[in-house]
């Protein structure tokens, strides 16, 4: 199986301010055949089911605010919250659909400060 | 908009199949994509059970392959898990998801999730 590792798992951030989430990957999930990478990035609020906020690493989902952005290749990988509101408190998790079993990241806590 | 939602028992005992059903609704679930089924615990995480295509076509965990059962109601627009002789440690959230992208998991390409149902919390207990 395919470990995500993400790092920190909770980080206080001051509203306004940027919030960086890393993931690794223990093995690359670039996809040779079509130069994607198959990772996606989720955001859980407090009693609510997973949302998806990105995939290929760094495609926005439709709705999704522009302050969130995904970047990386092969196994390291980074969501960046630019400047952070009220609203973004939450877990986020990376996954990666490379290969199976899919498997989730532990999950990053992002506070206010 | 496309919805899901998961139903069934909230409280299992030991040694029983614990069975679930996700209602979609907003798209016909013969659709192309495939569907899912997630769940998570403090202890394990996130943890992708399998998924399944309207055809039939399964993929499963490997660690819960086993145990575990999926199928499609293309007249009822639903999909259900089954997991046999469950325990404390099958105590979670189960969700189940859409799953985006053009990914066929049998082939061993696979999609991310959306949307998600809300879940529903499965207790193993006697």
């Known amino acids: 199986d395919i470990v995500m590792t993400q790092s920190p798992d909770s980080l206080a951030v001051s509203l306004g301010e940027r919030a960086t989430i890393n993931c690794k990957s223990s093995q690359s999930v670039l996809y040779s055949s079509n130069n994607k990478n198959f990772l996606a990035w989720y955001q859980q609020k407090p009693g609510q089911s997973p949302k998806l906020l990105i995939y290929w690493a760094s495609i926005r989902e439709s709705g999704v605010p522009d302050r969130f952005s995904g970047s990386g290749s092969g196994t390291d990988f980074t969501l960046t919250i630019s400047r952070l509101q009220a609203e973004d408190v939450a877990v986020y998790y990376c996954?990666?659909?490379?290969?199976?079993?899919?498997?989730f990241g532990q999950g990053t806590k992002v506070e206010i400060k | 908009q496309v919805h899901l939602q998961e139903s069934g028992p909230g409280l299992v005992k030991p040694s029983a199949t614990l069975s679930l059903t996700c209602a979609v609704s907003?798209?016909?679930?013969?659709?192309?994509?495939?569907w899912t089924w997630i769940r998570q615990s403090p202890e394990k995480g996130l943890e992708w059970i399998g998924d399944?295509?309207?055809?039939?076509?399964?993929n499963y965990n490997p660690s819960l392959k086993s145990r575990v059962t999926m199928s499609v109601d293309k007249a009822k627009n639903t999909f259900s898990l089954r997991l046999t002789s469950v325990t404390a440690a099958d105590t979670a959230a189960y969700y189940c998801a859409r799953e985006g992208g053009n990914g066929i998991p049998v082939s061993g390409v696979g999609n991310w999730f959306d949307p998600w149902g809300p879940g529903t919390l499965v207790t193993v207990s006697s």
């Open positions: 907003g798209v016909s679930i013969s659709s192309s994509n495939w």
């Open positions: 996954q990666q659909f490379y290969s199976t079993p899919w498997t």
């Open positions: 399944i295509h309207h055809s039939g076509a399964t």
